[in-house]
């Protein structure tokens, strides 16, 4: 059985911000990292929200990843409410990055930017995948490694707690070992530190304690233009160490939730770490949902025969069939509104993102269609501050395509624009 052996948490506020809003949860056996967005007094409260959700599910039931999936479920929820509850908090939300230790596996929670990483044989690999744009963007082979490195759209993220009533978290479950070190942190150590450089300050550490300052302070050598958080912890064989130490109070992940909370982490970090959700702004695939209409045609009962007295005579029957024109005039018309109707419910469930005549940075609900008559399968929603030719070239295409996005996706990254160009 593996237990946690060893284990270090520290959040900084960075070299150029001003208060943190990252904050991290340190219990065996569960760790979390959370980085708040919305500003201050916004991002900060949602972050808490999202670790004291772990003290409060303390007595919850099912898998490891089921029970971090729920939680991270149940934070979404008290952060979304009161965001529309309080307009102080509006637009507010966090990542989240989950571990929960078993007796042989490790499971994650993931949902945003903020990463999970595994140290075993001397070697650093990423166990998440990012949910933001310049992730989707290189997975679909639109832009390279390299670029993504430097490109001004690393802030924006495809999925966050609190932006919308539901979202879509990540997990994962992979086989743990005597000797492991994971690392969970926010984008404030990645943006700042190469892969490379984390992994050789793991390869000298001393302890973990040590390993977590000298990357804190990579961070703020390398810019520290973010909160930054790190937490590590080292997995141990209790059958290789000869049994567990009886004053441990480390559990496994079979257990309950613990009631003690991390740390508190004094305020002091405005982590402007611009989140999309569920499908996530400016994801390039826009489409989450589909929804379809099925148009009942009425059914025409066969005619009864006429008579004994055989065929109607030609006028007669010219005008019978004169009279089932209506009729037939009548069905299509109903499957063609019915159609129409059909195709104006699924429209109101997307959005995209284009200009208006200004040449602003607009956000439109529908398709971007126009029907004959003038009919338009899209109205206008809520019009920026941004303008279109501000953004570079490669980025201009990439968010002007008219593709179609869920709400979530499309809001949230009308909210990014705007921030960057404040």
């Known amino acids: 059985m593996l237990r946690v052996a060893e284990e270090a948490g520290i959040t900084d506020v960075g070299r150029q911000r001003q208060t943190n809003e990252d904050r991290f949860y340190e219990s065996p056996p569960v760790f979390a990292v959370a980085d708040g967005m919305g500003g201050a007094r916004s991002g900060e409260v949602a972050s808490q929200i999202a670790v004291d959700e772990f003290s409060e599910q303390q007595n919850a039931d099912g898998s490891p990843e089921d029970r971090l999936a729920s939680i991270a479920r149940a934070a979404n929820r008290k952060i979304y409410e009161l965001a529309q509850s309080d307009e102080s908090h509006a637009g507010m939300g966090t990542t989240l990055t989950a571990a929960m230790v078993g007796e042989n596996a490790i499971s994650l929670g993931h949902v945003g930017d903020s990463r999970a990483y595994r140290f075993r044989d001397d070697k650093l690999e990423r166990l998440t995948q990012d949910h933001s744009l310049v992730e989707e963007l290189m997975r679909m082979g639109r832009l390279s490694p390299e670029d993504a490195e430097v490109d001004p759209r690393r802030s924006i993220i495809t999925r966050a707690l609190g932006p919308e009533p539901t979202v879509e978290v990540e997990t994962c479950t992979y086989p743990a070992k005597d000797g492991d070190v994971y690392l969970l942190c926010s984008d404030g150590l990645t943006g700042m530190v190469a892969e490379e450089r984390m992994a050789e300050i793991l390869r000298a550490r001393s302890s973990l304690q040590q390993a977590a300052s000298e990357l804190v302070k990579a961070a703020n050598a390398g810019g520290g233009k973010d909160n930054i958080t790190v937490v590590l912890f080292k997995l141990a064989d209790e059958r290789a160490a000869g049994g567990q130490d009886e004053e441990s109070d480390t559990i496994s992940g079979t257990e309950k939730l613990p009631a003690q909370s991390g740390p508190t982490v004094d305020p002091g970090g405005d982590t402007m770490v611009i989140s999309r959700s569920e499908a996530g702004e400016g994801r390039p695939e826009g489409i989450t949902g ?51 109707g059909g195709l104006y419910a699924v429209s109101r469930q997307l959005y995209f993102i284009g200009t208006d005549n200004a040449g602003l940075v607009t956000l439109y609900r529908g398709v971007p269609y126009d029907l004959p008559l003038g009919i338009k399968l899209y109205t206008q929603q809520y019009e920026s501050t941004v303008p279109a030719s501000s953004l570079p070239a490669r980025q201009r295409g990439a968010v002007l395509d008219h593709r179609l996005r869920s709400r979530g996706d499309a809001v949230n990254l009308v909210r990014s624009l705007e921030r960057s160009e404040g």
Not at 296 to 308: G, K, L, M
Not at 318 to 334: D, E, F, K, Y
């Open 290 to 340: 589909q929804s379809t209409a099925t148009v009942a045609r009425p059914r025409i009962e066969p005619r009864p025969p006429t008579s004994d007295l055989g065929p109607p005579t030609p006028p007669e029957a010219a005008r019978r069939r004169r009279a089932r024109w209506p009729l037939a005039a009548a069905v299509v018309l109903i499957v063609v509104i019915a159609a129409l």
